[in-house]
C-alpha cells in the first residue's frame, strides 16, 4: 500500500477522479521554458513560511542555491511524551533567524534558530500548533492553548517574547491552518485581526460560497477565501465583499480547502481533480487546469503541478498556464516492484531549478531532488537522514542560500558543496 490510514483512503478517491475529470494536456509546443531570475522582494530570499510569499506561490527566483549541495545543520526540539519523533513542518527564514514549526505526539513546537549555524535562540511548547509565519518583526503562531481554544499568537522574532494574544481567532472547523498575512490584517480562517494589536478587524460570514473551513490567502489588499462552497474575494480594508463563484458547473477543485494562489493577477485553486483559475478583479472563470494534490509552484507563465495516477509514482508537470499544454513530466521512479515514490512537499522553484522531496513511506528515508526546471531532467539526487513527513502541508524552503526541508526528525538544512 502506498499511503496509510485516511490520507490513503482520500487521496485513492481522488485519483479515480483525477483521471476522468482533468482535462488532457495538448501535445507540447515548440516553445520553451524561460527561467525567471526575479530582485527582491518578488524572488528575494526571505521566506515567510508555507508557499515562501505571502501569494502562495512557491517561487524564489533569486536565489541561488545550485543543484549539487551538502549537508549543513540539522534540528529538533525535544519529544514530549509519547512521541517517537518530531515533524518539522514549515520554515519562515531571515537574514539572521529561522522559525521551524514541528508537530508531535499530543504537543507542537515552534523554534527559533539562528540560520546561519542551527543554534537554538528560543523555542515554545504548545498542546497543539499548526503553522508560524514570520512577517518583519513578528513571528504568528496559531495554536490551541491547554482549555483547547484556538488562539493567535504575536511574538517577538528575535526573543520568542509575546506581543499580543488573540483568543477564539477560529471557529472550530477544520481548515490547512496557515495563517494569512497582509494588508495590515493577519487571518487563520474568516475573522480579519489587525496585525499589530490583535484586535479583530472584521469577520467574513458564512455564505453560498464561504463555508467554515475556508483556507484564506490576502494579496494586492483583498482576502481570498476558498472552500467546499467555492471561492470568493473581501476587500482587506473593509471586509465587503467583491466577489464570489460558487463550486458549481466545473470539475471541482475544492478537496479538502486548499489555500488560493495569487499568480499575475489571477487565482489559482487546485485538488486532486482540476485546478480552477478565475481572474483576481472579477472571479470570472478564465480556464481549466489539470489537478495538482499539492500546491503548485510558478515562474512567469508555467506552473509546476504534482499528479498521481493509481499504481504509478507521482509525476512533477511543467504545464503552460495560457493553454495547459505539458513543456515537460518526470514520472518518480520506483524502490521496488511492491511499493511507489510519493511527492511529499510542494514543488519550490528557484535558480533554474524545481526541488521536490520524495518519500515512500514512514519508515524509509526521504530523497531530495533537483529537476532542471527547462528540460525536466533530474539534476541532483540526494538521500536524505530521516522520513519525510507525509502529511498535506509539509513544505520545503529555500531562503538565505539554503534550502529547510521537513523530516520526522525535524528540520534539515543543505547548502552549496
Request: overall charge positive; hydrophobic content about 35%.
Amino acid at each position: 500500500m502506498r499511503r496509510g490510514g485516511a490520507f490513503s483512503a482520500r487521496v485513492a478517491a481522488g485519483l479515480l477522479v483525477l483521471l476522468t475529470l482533468s482535462p488532457a494536456l495538448p501535445a507540447g509546443a515548440a516553445d520553451r521554458i524561460d527561467p525567471g531570475h526575479l530582485p527582491y522582494p518578488k524572488g528575494g530570499t526571505t521566506a515567510i513560511g508555507p508557499g515562501i510569499d505571502v501569494s502562495n506561490e512557491n517561487a524564489q527566483l533569486a536565489d541561488t542555491v545550485p543543484a549539487t549541495i551538502k549537508r549543513s545543520w540539522r534540528a529538533s526540539p525535544p519529544g514530549c511524551p509519547g512521541s517517537s519523533g518530531s515533524g518539522a513542518t514549515s520554515m519562515s527564514v531571515t537574514k539572521k533567524i529561522t522559525v521551524v514549526h514541528d508537530v508531535q505526539y499530543q504537543c507542537g513546537w515552534v523554534s527559533a534558530y539562528k540560520t546561519s549555524s542551527g543554534k537554538p535562540v528560543w523555542r515554545h511548547r504548545y498542546p497543539r500548533s499548526y503553522r508560524a509565519v514570520v512577517v518583519g518583526s513578528t513571528v504568528y503562531v496559531h495554536h490551541h492553548d491547554a482549555d483547547d481554544h484556538e488562539v493567535l499568537d504575536a511574538l517577538k522574532l528575535s526573543t520568542g517574547r509575546l506581543r499580543w494574544s488573540s483568543a477564539q481567532v477560529g471557529d472550530g472547523s477544520w481548515n490547512d491552518y496557515v495563517p494569512a498575512v497582509g494588508s495590515g490584517l493577519v487571518m487563520t480562517s474568516l475573522r480579519a485581526v489587525d496585525l499589530k494589536t490583535g484586535a479583530t478587524r472584521w469577520s467574513i460570514p458564512h455564505d453560498d460560497t464561504t463555508s467554515t473551513e475556508a483556507a484564506t490567502v490576502i494579496s494586492g489588499g483583498r482576502v481570498y477565501t476558498s472552500s467546499g462552497l467555492g471561492v470568493a474575494a473581501y476587500d482587506a480594508e473593509t471586509g465587503d465583499k467583491l466577489w464570489g463563484r460558487l463550486n458549481d458547473g466545473f470539475p471541482s477543485p475544492f478537496t479538502g480547502t486548499r489555500r488560493p494562489a495569487i499568480h499575475d493577477g489571477r487565482v489559482y485553486v487546485s485538488g486532486l481533480d482540476g485546478t480552477v483559475v478565475l481572474d483576481a478583479k472579477t472571479g470570472a472563470l478564465v480556464r481549466r487546469l489539470p489537478g495538482s494534490y499539492r500546491p503548485l509552484a510558478f515562474d512567469g507563465h508555467v506552473g509546476f503541478f504534482t499528479m498521481a495516477r493509481y499504481e504509478h509514482s507521482d509525476t512533477v508537470t511543467a504545464v503552460d498556464l495560457d493553454d495547459g499544454h505539458a513543456y515537460w513530466s518526470h514520472e518518480l521512479g520506483r524502490p521496488n516492484d511492491w511499493q511507489y515514490r510519493l511527492v511529499t512537499t510542494a514543488p519550490v522553484v528557484s535558480n533554474e531549478l524545481v526541488w521536490i522531496q520524495e518519500g515512500v513511506d514512514t519508515r524509509t528515508k526521504g530523497r531530495l531532488v533537483a529537476l532542471d526546471e527547462v528540460t525536466g531532467k533530474v539534476r541532483s539526487e540526494r538521500t536524505q537522514s530521516c522520513a519525510p513527513v507525509l502529511i498535506d502541508y509539509a513544505s520545503i524552503t529555500v531562503a538565505q542560500h539554503r534550502i529547510f526541508t521537513p523530516s520526522s526528525c525535524g528540520v534539515l538544512t543543505y547548502v552549496k558543496k
